[in-house]
DNA sequence: AGAAATAGTGCATTAAAATGCTCTTTTTAA
DNA sequence: TTAAAAAGAGCATTTTAATGCACTATTTCT
């Protein structure tokens, strides 16, 4: 998954759950400012900042192999 | 996936392919002090030096929500 | 055990993330 | 179409990630 989609994940689930960035800055404990230049493609979240709004979002960051069993 | 998840897969996978803490630093861009640092459970790297990590080792960041379809 | 390789840490510096405040632009709703 | 709400951006400050260098601690060989 790469930056752009991340960012963009982020922030559907976000628009489908209806919350506002402000809402969500204020639920997650993620500055509101970092939140909108995040948003809008700008910056470089630290995991932690990745983590607040994820446990907020229902979602989950996982790393984890690329290649598929067998046959790539 | 928590933070000390995120830590162990990364330094696992660096051990399983046999390369040294050196050796990936040089491979991802990423500075030894950092991979140190961030292996030995401190700090709180940015996405894109997990990224540049997970590349190399043939890893992939995701996001996902985190409930299963139905009955959670 | 002793040497060599690999990993972890302290200290200092630089670059950049996080943040707040204010203002502009865009979207939404009446 | 206008007013209100929400999103995006400039500027300045504080905090902290990223980094290098040098040293210590561990692990891994022979």
């Keep these: 998954m790469h930056f752009e989609e991340l960012i963009k994940s982020i922030k559907e689930r976000r ?3 209806q919350v506002t960035q402000e809402t969500l800055a204020e639920l997650s404990g ?3 400012r970092t939140l ?3 948003e809008s493609g ?3 979240p630290t ?3 990745l983590q607040k709004l ?6 989950e960051l996982s790393l984890r192999l ?3 069993s067998r046959n790539p």
Tied chains: 1, 2.
């Design 15 to 17: 628009q489908m759950m």
């Design 30 to 32: 993620v500055g509101l």
């Design 36 to 38: 909108k230049q995040f």
């Design 42 to 44: 700008k910056g470089n």
């Design 47 to 49: 995991l932690q900042t």
């Design 54 to 59: 994820a446990d907020v979002l229902g979602m």
């Design 66 to 68: 690329k290649t598929i």
